[in-house]
């Protein structure tokens, strides 16, 4: 289907990109580049010339960046944004359900939910805590920047539209960009989906995924000459927020041969299972579930290992199953086991299948630096350090990254 811009799109874009209020002017713009499932190790195929350039002469993390659990794609920008584990920050999963928001479930393909902000009210992401300290900020596509969270917006923003294509979306940042310094924005946030879209459908080491790659590192190549052109100097971060591990129909773990489908209530599939057992039948589902079975361990919320950060929820159903990497757990009913093919994620954070890219780079950081232990809660911290905002506590840490020129809280 070619990429196609309607007119109901630009109306509304150009409806929202008009911010108001009074904000502070930054000095050097800091822009936050999303790459859905780039997978750390894609950065070494020789089909990045400009993503490459940029990891030599900035700072990287050469073992790739340690998703948070789930590695999956809401929870994971969303901790991007706000420096806290899924478990943390409320977003468990693209698919949830809430015991305090009874009869909602929230799913990327529902567009209220996801525009509502009571789903993202227990983090802050980094534009809100921009927008109250005085700071414009711009997001284009970014998870979760379609709310408003705490009754907060970006200046800037735009309605999530899968055929804008990867050039139009850098056009878009860049037309920001060419706002008087009064009215511009100190973050700016862009994000990008194909690759993601091409692991899945043709799997990680398919021909579809390098021409993606190719074409998102072309789309940065372009911002980059748009900025120059502009004569305006910013600070790059650019990450990912998993990787990705080839699946297929041969590696499919079912629930229902482990234990009657009547007895659970199942929310997601995949990679990682969450369920909860019908009631009265609790111990049945539990020693049947965690008893050991190939390809798929699971374990009570609160049984789950510590380094996974993840189980303690309201809003994480009673049971976590998690597969091996590259199986799927689904159930005979749900699964359709020809559309298990190509890629997946969400696997164990640790699983270096799942390590997602990070680069740093602008006058702000110090060529050939390198990060060990990166995880995506350190994320924004370091924005936070680059723009000088005093941030709500969290789970990340201040990484060993040299700032030069930059203003600490």
Not at 165 to 194: H, K, Q
Not at 295 to 320: D, N, Q, S, W, Y
Request: glycine residues 10%; proline residues 8%.
């Amino acid at each position: 289907m070619p990429h196609r811009l309607t007119a109901g799109f630009f109306a509304l874009m150009l409806m929202l990109v008009s911010g108001a209020g009074h904000a502070l002017a930054q000095e050097r713009p800091v822009i936050l580049i999303g790459i859905d499932g780039f997978r750390a190790d894609y950065l070494q195929r020789g089909v990045t010339p400009t993503l490459s350039r940029l990891a030599e002469e900035g700072a990287t993390a050469p073992d790739g960046m340690r998703p948070s659990f789930p590695s999956v794609t809401f929870p994971n920008f969303y901790t991007l944004a706000t420096g806290l584990h899924p478990d943390h920050h409320g977003l468990i999963n693209n698919t949830m359900q809430d015991p305090e928001l009874p009869g909602r479930t929230f799913s990327l393909g529902n567009r209220a939910e996801v525009m509502d902000g009571v789903w993202y009210a227990e983090g802050e992401p980094i534009w809100v805590t921009a927008e109250n300290a005085g700071i414009r900020s711009a997001t284009m596509f970014w998870p979760g920047s379609e709310a408003a969270i705490r009754g907060v917006r970006p200046s800037y923003w735009v309605p999530f539209e899968q055929s804008v294509p990867s050039n139009a979306r850098v056009n878009i940042v860049l037309g920001w960009m060419t706002l008087p310094p009064e009215e511009r924005p100190g973050l700016v946030t862009l994000y990008f989906d194909v690759v993601d879209t091409a692991g899945h459908r043709f799997g990680p080491d398919s021909v579809e995924v390098n021409e993606t790659l190719a074409q998102v590192d072309a789309a940065v190549a372009l911002l980059l000459e748009g900025l120059a052109t502009r004569g305006i100097e910013a600070d790059l971060v650019i990450v990912a927020d998993h990787g990705m591990a080839a699946i297929d129909a041969s590696r499919i773990v079912y629930l229902d041969d482990e234990v009657d489908p009547a007895a659970i209530r199942t929310f997601a599939l995949g990679p990682v299972a969450t369920l909860d057992p019908v009631p009265g039948r609790e111990a049945e589902v539990t020693a049947a579930l965690t008893a050991k079975t190939p390809h798929m361990t699971c374990a009570p919320k609160g049984e789950l290992p510590e380094r996974l950060a993840f189980g303690t929820h309201r809003r994480i159903p009673a049971i976590v199953c998690l597969a091996e990497t590259g199986w799927y757990i689904g159930t005979r009913e749900r699964t359709d086991p020809e559309r298990v093919r190509g890629g997946a994620h969400g696997y164990d954070a640790d699983d270096p299948a799942m390590r997602a890219l990070f680069i740093a780079w602008g006058p702000s950081f110090t060529a050939g630096e390198t990060v060990t232990g990166m995880e995506s809660v350190d994320v924004q911290p370091l924005l936070a350090r680059m723009l000088g905002l005093i941030v709500p506590v969290g789970d990340g840490r201040r990484v060993r990254l040299t700032l030069s020129a930059t203003a600490e809280p």
